[in-house]
């Protein structure tokens, strides 16, 4: 069974540039999160849907971030414009409402010059 | 906000020891509490997981001991293994949707 896809797996850019990550969740799955981990604040969700319905997005740091799931099997986590204190891995998981154990994608390792 | 305290921040154990790794919780109503293990690289996995209607669960080398009491359950690994070696988190649910808070993370490193 596919897991939970993540793209990119790396990506570097430069300061002020805006970054797109994407998810392809567990098909079935109608939860969908987003994480942020850094060494400093440990695992951090920053939002997350219900059947395609943002339910809770005060772990989203500042209005240069944004996320959206358009549908069931898609969501995007954008930043714009980015900073390097945004360099982060960012996690993509999914679930099943009512809970139930997240399935986590690999990450995007992301880092901003 | 509630919060979920984790330790120890590291834990080096010998091969064939037992690792044990805490965890706190605040005021919640609700029940299911999961450790999650995760490896360099990848995402965190689900490991096992307990619901605090029992004192323990155990899966093969691995076991939950909960005191609702006490708002504390922790993770034993038996006869520790170097490929046990990651990083393990608890975490604890925040309302009836999947909202979970994880804890901060236990670095395990078992010796050869």
């Known amino acids: 069974d596919a897991g939970v896809i993540q793209s990119p797996r790396h990506e570097v850019t430069e300061m002020g540039q805006e970054v797109t990550l994407r998810c392809k969740p567990i098909?079935?799955?109608?939860?969908l999160f987003w994480y942020r981990q850094t060494m400093m604040r440990g695992l951090e969700l920053l939002i997350y849907f219900n059947n395609n319905v943002p339910i809770d997005d005060s772990g989203m740091p500042e209005d240069r971030f944004s996320a959206k799931m358009p549908n069931a099997s898609f969501s995007t986590l954008k930043i714009q414009p980015s900073e390097p204190r945004d360099s982060a891995v960012y996690f993509c998981?999914?679930?099943?409402?009512?809970?139930?154990?997240?399935?986590f994608g690999d990450g995007t390792r992301l880092s901003i010059l | 906000q509630q919060q979920v305290k984790q330790s120890p921040q590291s834990l080096i154990v010998q091969k064939g020891g037992i690792s044990i790794i805490n965890c706190a919780y605040e005021n919640t109503a609700f029940d299911y509490f999961p450790w999650y293990q995760q490896f360099p690289g990848k995402g965190p996995a689900l490991l096992i997981a307990?619901?605090?209607?029992?004192s323990e669960k155990k899966e093969g080398r691995f076991t939950i001991s909960f005191n609702k009491s006490a708002k504390q359950f922790s993770l034993h690994i038996m006869d520790s293994q170097p490929g046990d070696s990651a990083t393990y988190f608890c975490a604890a649910p925040m309302n009836r949707d999947d909202k979970i808070i994880f804890g901060k993370g236990t670095r395990l490193h078992i010796l050869p």
């Open positions: 307990i619901r605090p209607d029992v």
């Open positions: 098909s079935g799955h109608n939860s």
């Open positions: 998981a999914s679930s099943f409402i009512g809970n139930q154990p997240q399935h």
